[in-house]
């Protein structure tokens, strides 16, 4: 009988593992942790409440929100603001950053960037959803926080994680010590240790794309997409096509079972879709910490150079065989690329 270990218990364990050990990031991953689990009993009984459908408003991206995530965003900010560790949050639901300037957190050293409940437009289908944040320390010890000290590379990231609210509710974070999974125990209401020390396979045989999109997407891409249908069987290929349309749950299954997810520039978003700091930067914090790799197609994602919050990024993150292929299609004209056998 292995011995359980809860998140908290792990934390604290860890936590002379990553500098400022003063308990500060623990109790931030704390807080974090008691909210998603608020967070998980309404998405569980979505269909009993009137909590499903659209809320009647749109959030700074103009996509129509769902009553669930305005209720995770609420909860998230309400733990993080009692908490006392955070100074700032950056939330995909609002425009501007919440300064959090209340007494317990005046000398408040982390800034988080989340998307409270990503995938959302899976709520009312009972498809996975999940909830993904960031965690920066601030640049200066005091004072007010500035943008630059917001606009962080994803390589500054101290923590970061997501909640995949699924056939069971997991929780995953690195510090940058390695990638380690917990799952909510629901008869003792508590995340305990399922998946420690997570590693990506190097290779896998699983696409995820939006290929609805085809027609819209570079060159390069489709000729990935071709590629990955090939009859090969010395290269496992055809390769298998797995799209959830939730970011949280596509990379879950590939950091568990291998495979790469693909969100290429298309030409109804030029710059990418889905947004660099609050799931790109995670995510791949994570990809990487597991021992995969995440681009946008010539730049590491971690090392983007953040010029405003709601910014987007193509994105090509998973097993780093599989990447690196993706790499070459999208920089290599399709002759070369398939001349050279990728
Ligand atoms: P599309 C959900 O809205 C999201 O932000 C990600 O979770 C998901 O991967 C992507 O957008 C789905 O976008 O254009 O394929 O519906």
């Not at 730049?299 to 990447?323: A, K, N, W, Y």
Request: charged share 20%; with cysteine; aromatic share 8%.
């Amino acid at each position: 009988m292995t011995k359980t270990i809860t998140l908290g218990q792990f934390i604290i364990e860890k936590q002379s593992d990553f500098p400022y050990a003063k308990g500060e990031l623990s109790r931030l991953l704390r807080d974090i942790g008691i909210a998603a689990k608020i967070v998980n009993r309404e998405v569980n009984k979505a269909g009993l409440v009137d909590i499903l459908g659209d809320n009647g408003t749109t959030n700074v991206q103009g996509e129509g929100q769902k009553k669930l995530d305005v209720y995770a965003d609420e909860q998230f900010i309400s733990a993080l603001r009692s908490g006392g560790e955070c100074c700032v949050v950056a939330s995909e639901e609002h425009d501007e950053c919440i300064f959090i300037n209340s007494r317990i957190s005046q000398h408040a050293k982390y800034i988080v960037c989340i998307d409270p409940l990503d995938g959302s437009s899976n709520i009312d289908v009972n498809v996975s959803v999940g909830t993904i944040f960031s965690i920066y320390r601030r640049i200066a010890n005091e004072g007010p926080v500035k943008p630059e000290e917001i606009l962080q590379k994803g390589i500054h990231q101290v923590a970061a994680g997501y909640v995949v609210y699924g056939s069971s509710t997991m929780l995953v974070y690195t510090t940058g010590k390695g990638v380690n999974g917990f799952t909510l125990d629901p008869s003792i209401g508590e995340f305990c240790l399922s998946h420690p020390n997570m590693q990506i396979p190097r290779d896998g045989t699983i696409y995820s794309i939006n290929e609805g999109n085809y027609i819209k997407f570079p060159q390069g891409v489709k000729d990935y997409i071709k590629y990955c249908q090939v009859e090969d069987s010395a290269g496992n290929r055809p390769y298998t096509s797995r799209y959830i349309g939730s970011m949280v749950a596509d990379v879950h299954r590939n950091l568990i079972k291998g495979g790469v997810f693909l969100y290429p520039t298309t030409s109804s978003h030029p710059r990418g879709k889905l947004r660099l700091m609050y799931e790109c930067n995670p995510l791949a914090f994570i990809v990487e910490q597991a021992g995969g790799k995440a681009t946008d197609g010539h730049r590491r994602i971690l090392d983007i150079q953040p010029e405003e919050l709601h910014q987007r990024t193509p994105v090509f993150m998973g097993s780093t065989e599989m990447v690196e292929k993706v790499e070459r299609f999208v920089q290599l004209p399709a002759e070369e690329a398939f001349a050279a056998g990728y």
